[in-house]
């Protein structure tokens, strides 16, 4: 099905479990994904259309499975290869741990994708563990109910604030919405539930994440990516990312002491 509609990069089918399952069922479910990795590679072989292939490194939120797998799927020629199983029950600094566990275990000159992943903040701390490639319904779905990615902060647009404003949602952005309309104007169609409005906020922030992906690769370009990092995290923390951030270093600093 990928060959008929022609998709640049093609992803193995696998078996995603939540995050809570056993090491004996997680197991299972790896065993399965590299079973359907192989099958997918010899379809792949049996007719060349310049397609990439991907494989999916899969184990839950064991150690032991994540190693196992991404040394199973890194002896097969895939072009590149994915982390899947996250962002599907387990906790944030289980997720954190566990992209910096597979990542560790790719190989430097493919690229790393992190599958259903995530809000801004969720990307950027993704990038410093060595993840190169994302997706998720973050974007629209937050479109829809009426936020946008901004560099200066979450904008909920239906905020009596923004009633009047006659600048753009974001004045960094060269979207074709912040080129054209004015916040004031994006409120009026989002509390009239006027479907242009959550498009506009839809096409807005996907342009966002790609520009925070390009501001990304600058950043590591130019000086590394510690300095970008901290920039861009300060740029586009939402007060829900506060209150995660003070919520892990109070776990860390119960842990030592
Ligand atoms: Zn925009």
């Keep these: 099905m990928q060959q008929a509609i022609n998709s640049e990069i093609m992803m193995v089918l696998d078996v995603c479990i939540d995050s809570r399952t056993d090491e004996a069922?997680?197991?299972?479910?790896?065993?399965?994904?590299?079973?359907?990795?192989?099958?997918?590679?010899?379809?792949?072989?049996?007719?060349?259309?310049?397609?990439?292939?991907?494989?999916?490194?899969?184990?839950?939120?064991?150690?032991?499975?994540?190693?196992?797998?991404?040394?199973?799927?890194?002896?097969?020629?895939f072009d590149g290869f994915a982390i899947g199983g996250l962002a599907v029950g387990e906790t944030k600094v289980e997720?954190?741990?566990?992209?910096?566990?597979?990542?560790?275990?790719?190989?430097?000159?493919?690229?790393?994708?992190?599958?259903?992943?995530?809000?801004?903040?969720?990307?950027?701390?993704?990038?410093?563990?060595?993840?190169?490639?994302?997706?998720?319904?973050?974007?629209?779905?937050?479109?829809?109910?009426?936020y946008a990615y901004t560099f200066q902060g979450l904008v909920r647009i239906t905020r009596t604030a923004y009633r009047l404003e006659d600048g753009p949602l974001d004045p960094e952005c060269d979207c074709y919405v912040c080129k054209r309309y004015t916040r004031g104007y994006l409120q009026h169609l989002m509390r009239g539930?006027?479907?242009?409005?959550?498009?506009?906020?839809?096409?807005h922030n996907v342009r966002h994440y790609q520009k925070l992906m390009e501001r990304i690769r600058e950043g590591i370009l130019r000086n590394g990516y510690a300095q970008t990092y901290r920039e861009l995290k300060a740029a586009v923390a939402t007060p829900k990312d506060l209150k995660d951030e003070a919520a892990a270093t109070a776990v860390t600093l119960k842990d030592v002491g």
Excluded at 137 to 143: D, E, F, G, L
């Design 193 to 203: 539930k006027h479907h242009l409005g959550s498009r506009f906020l839809s096409v």
């Design 95 to 146: 997720r954190d741990t566990m992209t910096e566990r597979a990542t560790a275990s790719l190989p430097q000159d493919k690229p790393r994708y992190l599958m259903g992943v995530g809000t801004p903040t969720d990307l950027l701390e993704a990038v410093l563990r060595g993840v190169d490639m994302f997706d998720c319904i973050i974007p629209t779905k937050m479109a829809q109910q009426g």
């Design 25 to 77: 069922g997680t197991r299972e479910a790896m065993e399965r994904t590299h079973r359907w990795a192989v099958r997918s590679l010899a379809a792949k072989e049996k007719r060349s259309t310049g397609q990439a292939l991907f494989g999916i490194v899969q184990g839950g939120v064991h150690p032991a499975l994540r190693d196992a797998s991404a040394e199973f799927l890194t002896k097969l020629p």
